[in-house]
């Protein structure tokens, strides 16, 4: 199969649909790999490096879309994007599809096959192509927080983790789930004082057992 | 500990930092964190939405960018920024290609229709096919015609 990976259009979007690392398994398995020229610029993949991997570099997204037989992304594909996408076109990437109309009959006239990372479901009923992105999210949520309660950001002039004889700062997490615990996960691991509020008991005992209370 | 009202309230006004990760899935998030308990949290202290691409779960919530990550409400930072793994594009690359490179060479290697009629849980990925919509809740979402996906394969 021919897979295209064009460049993230999105504003702000500097994510890769492949690395070079996932093009070179899709040479091993066979297939051919076309990708949009930069399209590792934000991860500090050069076009050489995929091109070591064995995929193809080609200039434009348009070529991308109309060689590919599956296109693989991160975001929702763009009003631009969706009007190049064609039926006998595989899309698998993020979708977000429930709160966006306009994305949705674009998809529709276009007759494209679209798979949605979102709402792939695994044996134990939860989201594993969401899940990564929670817990990038959830770690960085305390990155975040400990940097803004420096006194330079507006905040209360507080290390996270305290120091010899100085309390650490109290960080409270509401939910349980992926999310919070990544967040638990590396606030407990920069010494603060933890608390994770959650509605199911059930997840309180595993979590507890996690972090012996 | 167990989350209500109170305990959240007890635990808001005392903490540095509050981190909402209540996320439900394909749902608006609650508004677990009222205005009075931010009103009432120590100055300086910090509060971060990771459920803001869900409406934020804190009632004083609205989406940031990475360029303007936070504003302050009563002496609390706000830091609220959408689409957080953004900001750290290669984890993020890398991380998310682990989880979805198994799915995209079944794709390729056996093609979608056997890929997915092997795995329900796959099957629930596809959302559009030919023009229909294969997922019931974007079909209900919008009022449109709803095409059972195993009818497809």
């Known amino acids: 199969m021919l897979i295209g990976v064009p460049k993230e259009i999105k504003n702000h979007e500097y994510r890769a649909g492949l690395t070079p690392e996932s093009v070179r398994e899709f040479v091993d398995h066979g297939h051919q790999v076309v990708i949009e020229t930069q399209l590792g610029a934000g991860i500090g993949a050069t076009d050489d490096i995929y091109r070591e991997a064995g995929a193809e570099v080609v200039n434009t997204a348009a070529e991308v879309f109309k060689r590919g037989e599956m296109i693989i992304k991160v ?84 290390l996270l983790g305290g120091v010899t004889g100085v309390a650490p700062a109290r960080v409270v997490v509401i939910g349980g789930g992926v999310v919070g615990n990544n967040s638990a996960f590396v606030a407990a691991g920069m010494g603060a004082n933890v608390t994770i509020l959650d509605r199911s008991n059930d997840r309180l005992r595993e979590l507890d057992v996690q972090y012996g209370g | 500990m167990f989350s209500n009202s109170a305990a959240i309230e007890e635990q808001v006004t005392k903490a ?131 095409s059972a996906p195993e009818k497809l394969l």
Request: hydrophobic share 40%; glycine share 8%.
């Open chain 2, 16 to 146: 540095d930092l509050v981190i909402g990760a209540v996320l439900l899935a394909g749902a608006a998030a609650p508004k677990l964190v009222t205005r009075d308990m931010i009103t009432n949290m120590v100055p300086g202290s910090v509060v971060a939405d990771v459920a803001i691409d869900q409406g934020g779960c804190f009632e004083t919530s609205k989406a940031t960018t990475h360029s303007d990550p936070t504003y302050i409400i009563d002496d609390v930072v706000h830091y609220c920024v959408a689409n957080m793994p953004g900001a750290v594009p290669r984890t993020s690359s890398y991380a998310l290609n682990n989880a979805t490179l198994p799915y995209a060479l079944r794709l390729a290697n056996h093609g979608w229709k056997a890929a997915l009629k092997k795995d329900s849980g796959f099957l629930n990925g596809l959302n559009v096919h030919k023009g229909e919509i294969t997922c019931e809740a974007v079909s209900v979402a919008h009022g449109m015609n709803f």
């Open chain 1, 75 to 158: 975001k929702e594909p763009q009003p631009d994007e969706c009007r190049m996408l064609r039926e006998d076109q595989l899309l698998f990437t993020y979708l977000h599809l429930a709160p966006d109309l306009q994305q949705t009959q674009l998809l529709i006239e276009s007759g494209v096959t679209a798979i949605a990372y979102e709402t792939v479901t695994d044996a134990l009923g939860t989201l594993p192509l969401l899940a990564p992105m929670s817990e990038v999210a959830g770690r960085l949520a305390v990155q975040a927080g400990a940097h803004n309660l420096e006194k330079a950001n507006q905040g209360r002039g507080v």
